[in-house]
């Protein structure tokens, strides 16, 4: 059994969420926990009304709702009751036992699950604490429960997963085996919530590896004027085919705006998340001098995967790495100046022409998002985002920088560890008083 807890601000979009899979006929109702009467006596209006009145006890907790997700075997095929007493005992082991919740059974995926809806207000008003309830209470409750129910054991399997490299068990989206909005719905409801990205490019650069794009258009389009975003579905090109779907077709609406908000949250990313990606790096460049294609190889075994973005006309203008082991997303500039694709590049020296080869290969058939990315989108990953729209210059005194700034030469001295510079100028210092 596999377990995926998420919190959210509205119980209302949950509850309507699983309600339209009963309408549609892939899901049902059944069974609930703490509510006055059988699920099949409530209307859709009495089961919200017990959430909210219990939400209504205290107004500071605004991520109040709960949505978890318990996902089994495909061998699995368990009777309702038996569901039932799964979703009650895990309930109770993750310390919701007396909260009021609904347990709804899906049968629109290749595998048995059912979906349970809740909230983090207690009767009293307190607050639920969820710190590293996914972590703790939530991997304890599961362990058990496999036993005493004589369940599948997922550890065995998400390790199998990780050796992978595969966050999201689905894999990659393909064209015309599900439905187009289902299939990117999968991707979305996994990466938007456990991965942490700054910005557009960022999150591109992981929905990427699942053949799906978040895609705002070019500058002169009419979504890209209206503050719009569609979603594609890749082939294994990297080129977008079929219909795409606005963002504001999904039930839980991962609009542009959405997408803001959710930069500005995890902006705030720990150091020593970032310490891991960069230690990582500077790593592999100490063992020895190494090809682009090695570097990205090397990163791989440390579950970090390197995605190179370039524009139309074939500019490399960014780097971006994605920690799967984390679930963080940084720019290169993020983690410094000497992680940029640019210097990157630089670093990777000496590669001979059949090394050169083989990581254009790579590039072009893994690691490359390649869209049509804004001008405004190039300039301002370059010089930041005062210069987005040229308010202080014009384009042409912008593109003059940008092309300065490709051709400038670093020192490679700049791209020692931080860690090592100082250690030296200790020592150098140390030097001088004897």
Do not use: W
Not at 34 to 40: E, G, L, R, T
């Amino acid at each position: 059994m596999v377990a995926i807890i998420k919190t959210g601000h509205s119980i209302h979009s949950i509850l309507n969420y699983n309600e339209n899979k009963v309408k549609q006929g892939v899901a049902e109702c059944i069974g609930e926990g703490n509510y006055p009467m059988d699920v099949d006596k409530m209307s859709d209006t009495m089961k919200l009304n017990r959430f909210l009145k219990q939400v209504a006890l205290n107004d500071n907790v605004k991520r109040n709702s709960v949505h978890i997700s318990l996902n089994f075997d495909p061998s699995e095929n368990y009777s309702k009751d038996k569901l039932m007493s799964i979703a009650n005992s895990y309930m109770e082991k993750i310390g919701f036992g007396e909260q009021p919740y609904l347990v709804y059974q899906h049968h629109d995926s290749g595998h048995p699950h059912i979906h349970i809806t809740s909230i983090k207000v207690k009767a009293d008003g307190s607050r639920i604490d969820m710190h590293n309830i996914g972590r703790n209470q939530s991997e304890t409750a599961r362990k058990e429960i496999e036993k005493s129910f004589r369940l599948v054991v997922a550890e065995g399997r998400r390790k199998d997963q990780n050796k992978e490299l595969q966050p999201i068990s689905n894999g990659k989206v393909k064209y015309g085996r599900i439905q187009s909005k289902k299939a990117i719905s999968n991707v979305l409801s996994q990466v938007l919530t456990s991965y942490r990205y700054a910005s557009l490019a960022e999150l591109n650069a992981v929905l990427k590896q699942y053949n799906v794009l978040a895609d705002r258009g070019n500058e002169n389009s009419r979504i890209f004027k209206a503050k719009g975003l569609v979603y594609r579905i890749l082939d294994d090109d990297g080129k977008s085919i079929g219909v795409p779907i606005k963002a504001s077709d999904f039930y839980y609406k991962p609009t542009l705006k959405f997408l803001e908000q959710k930069f500005t949250s995890n902006t705030a990313n720990q150091m020593s998340d970032i310490r891991r990606v960069k230690n990582a790096i500077d790593m592999a460049f100490f063992k020895s001098q190494i090809s682009l294609t090695e570097l990205v190889q090397l990163l791989q075994k440390e579950g970090i995967n390197t995605v190179f973005r370039k524009n139309a006309e074939g500019l490399l203008y960014g780097i971006t790495y994605v920690d799967h082991t984390t679930k963080c997303v940084f720019n290169g500039s993020t983690l410094g100046k000497q992680y940029s694709a640019k210097a990157i590049q630089e670093r990777c020296t000496s590669i001979n022409p059949a090394d050169q080869k083989m990581t254009n290969l790579v590039s072009e058939k893994l690691q490359v998002i390649i869209f049509e990315a804004p001008k405004s989108e190039i300039v301002a990953t370059l010089f930041g985002d005062d210069f987005r729209d040229n308010k202080y210059v014009g384009s042409s005194t912008i593109m003059g920088q940008l092309a300065e700034m490709l051709i400038q030469s670093e020192q490679t001295a700049n791209y020692l560890p931080y860690e090592l510079r100082n250690k030296k100028k200790k020592r150098k210092g140390q030097s001088n008083n004897r």
